[in-house]
């Protein structure tokens, strides 16, 4: 059964640093993992796709990487913002979508 | 930008009521999506429509629930028979191509159902 975790549950770091979000999940049989970011109040917003033949994505300020035989992606994040501030999902397509609980983060101005 | 909208933001319904959830998904887009967050838990797909029938479904999304694209524009979630269990957070979904977590989504901001 496929378990996706994501640790820290929140993260607070002072603004301009750069930081990384882990996302690991126990089934390597995927088809591809997205992360999203969600707003209080609001609905999910995509970030990065990366297929199962890929290795990262880039986005921006947003680096996601992808290791499917460790089971692990990472989320990084360059040069924070205040407004980077919100929880960051990641979610994994296989025979099921799994998505995981989510890192709230709060960039300190 | 277009906007996937969701109506009501905030539906309460006697258990064992029927509710119908609604979203406007962006006009060109043809892949369209239901998924819940109950309070405090993950994010969790229920369903993917396209080309008039649905495409990809997930355990939760039972006989109690439907959808439907009535018209051109709408899109729409029932749910039967209504249960306390079934209150959470609704989020719709489209995307142009693709199925769900295939192709980046647009999202609405949610349904908040509240069942009595």
């Known amino acids: 059964k496929q378990e996706v975790t994501q640790i820290p549950a929140a993260l607070s770091v002072p603004e301009g640093e750069n930081l990384v979000l882990n996302c690991s999940f126990t089934?390597?049989?995927?088809?591809?993992l997205q992360w999203f970011r969600q707003d209080p109040g609001k609905g999910l917003t995509s970030l990065l796709l990366?297929?199962?033949?890929?290795r990262e994505q880039t986005s921006g300020r947003l680096n996601a990487s992808l290791d499917k035989s460790s089971g692990r992606s990472t989320l990084y994040i360059a040069a924070s913002q205040p407004g980077d501030s919100a929880t960051y999902l990641c979610?994994?397509?296989?025979?099921?979508?799994?998505f995981g609980k989510g890192t709230r983060l709060h960039i300190l101005p | 930008e277009p906007e996937v909208t969701q109506t009501p933001s905030h539906q309460v319904t006697q258990m064992g009521q029927e509710v119908i959830l609604r979203c406007v998904p962006i006009?060109?887009?043809?892949?369209f999506y239901w998924y819940r967050q109950i309070l405090g838990q993950k994010v969790e797909f229920l369903v993917s429509?396209?080309?008039?029938?649905?495409?990809?479904k997930s355990e939760i999304f039972d006989d109690q629930f439907s959808v439907e694209r009535p018209d051109g524009s709408n899109f729409t979630l029932k749910i039967r028979s209504t249960k306390l269990e079934d209150s959470a957070m609704y989020f719709c979904a489209s995307s142009r191509t693709g199925g769900p977590l295939n192709q980046p989504q647009h999202f609405g901001d949610g349904t908040r159902l509240s069942i009595l």
């Open positions: 979610a994994v397509k296989g025979d099921k979508i799994i």
């Open positions: 089934d390597s049989a995927i088809y591809n």
């Open positions: 006009s060109n887009h043809l892949y």
């Open positions: 990366i297929q199962s033949s890929q």
């Open positions: 429509f396209y080309n008039n029938e649905i495409s990809e």
